[in-house]
């Protein structure tokens, strides 16, 4: 039984891959999807700079967690993002730096990632991954409910007040969002032009 491709105007970038012609096909690909896009969140955590005085680093998983919801859709989106976060909890060393488990200061972010990737990805199956607005608006939403996880969580975990938060995982990091929302708002729609959908 052929498994029906999704609608261009409903589409996100990883319906464009070839097909599966059976149910069982649809879902080892489905499975492949979210593997990968798991394991590339955690490649991009590895690229990690220190920031001096706080417990974040500058991290690539930020912009590889919102590219992989944009870019598998809402669930695979955030199915990949639960199996980064559950392989990291349970030990891998995937996290930020090569670091694992639940008790991390910054855990709160990777609990965000799941979050911003399904509303990233239901945001590029309504279309706002074509063009470089829309993609600007889901990159800064996706980004917001990060922070929105990340920081109280941080707060708490630092047993600090939610300001002293904020200056140690928000606002040094804004600049670095805001080149990562650029980089997106030219890649994203560029790769839908490239492919001849919009």
Known sequence: MAIAAPTPSTAVLAD??????TRLGARTRDLALVAGGAALTGLAAQLSVP???????????TFAALLVGTALGARRGAAALGLYLAAGAAGLPWFAEGTSGAGLATFGYVIGFVLAAALTGALARRGADRSPLATAGAMALGSL???????PYLALALDVPLAKAAHLGLYPYLVGDALKL?????????????????
């Open 182 to 198: 650029v980089l997106a708002m030219g890649a994203l729609p560029l790769t839908w032009k490239l492919l001849g959908r919009r």
């Open 51 to 61: 920031v001096p005085g706080s417990p974040v680093p500058v991290t690539g998983q």
């Open 145 to 151: 409910t990060i922070y929105a996880v990340g920081v």
């Open 16 to 21: 464009l891959l070839p097909q599966a012609s």
